[in-house]
């Protein structure tokens, strides 16, 4: 007879816990529907964390400080988000050696992107003063929590990666130069 009431104890929790995940569910899928239909408010317009996703990047080889690349971000259309002044989460390969590091000692301001506002992050793709190290030719970036939609560019050209390192997110370009010293 224990063990009767032991498995409808356990039925009535797994009922409890099945209307939860529904009601759970439900309620997700009408707050996904609703924002597909326009009938909400964005989360862009209440000023959400930038993800990759909400951003378009662009990158440019530049020759000062050695030799780096300037990746710049800009919301999209319609767009307005806060992008956390950290480093960029940044890659040449899978390998964990091959991921940037941050250069800087600490956290900057987060950025409001919006319109023409743009943010940029240097990496360098050779920390070291070495022959050392692996050629790559693309380099993965991302706004750090969103690594699974990274963007992938290709480069023009082989670069050999040892120990790469990245700069904050900055509105000035030209504080965002890797500086190795």
């Known amino acids: 007879m224990r063990s009767r009431l032991a498995s ?6 797994l009922a409890v816990a099945a209307a ?10 009408a707050a996904t529907a609703l924002a597909d239909s326009g009938d909400t408010v964005r989360k862009s317009d209440v000023g959400q964390v930038c993800g990759t996703n909400d951003l378009s990047f662009t990158l440019s080889r530049q020759s000062q400080a050695g030799g780096y690349f300037l990746i710049a ?5 319609g767009i307005t988000c806060h992008l956390e002044g950290t480093f960029p989460s940044a890659g040449f390969g899978s390998a964990a ?15 409001k992107l919006s319109g023409s506002t743009t943010a940029y992050a240097g ?20 706004v750090a929590g969103y690594e699974a939609d990274a963007v992938a560019f ?13 700069t904050n997110w900055h509105t000035d370009p030209a504080d965002a130069v890797p500086y190795i010293g």
Not at 20 to 29: F, G, K, V, Y
Not at 134 to 140: D, G, I, K, T, Y
């Open 8 to 13: 409808r104890s356990a039925r009535a929790a």
């Open 20 to 29: 939860a995940t529904l009601t759970a569910t439900t309620a997700t899928t």
């Open 73 to 77: 971000a800009k919301a999209l259309p």
């Open 97 to 111: 050696d091959t991921h940037v590091t941050p250069i800087e000692q600490g956290v900057s301001e987060t950025i």
């Open 123 to 142: 990496i360098n793709p050779k920390s070291t003063d070495s022959a050392d190290g692996r050629q790559f030719s693309q380099l993965f970036v991302a």
């Open 154 to 166: 290709r480069l023009s050209e082989p670069v050999l990666v040892d120990k790469p390192v990245a």
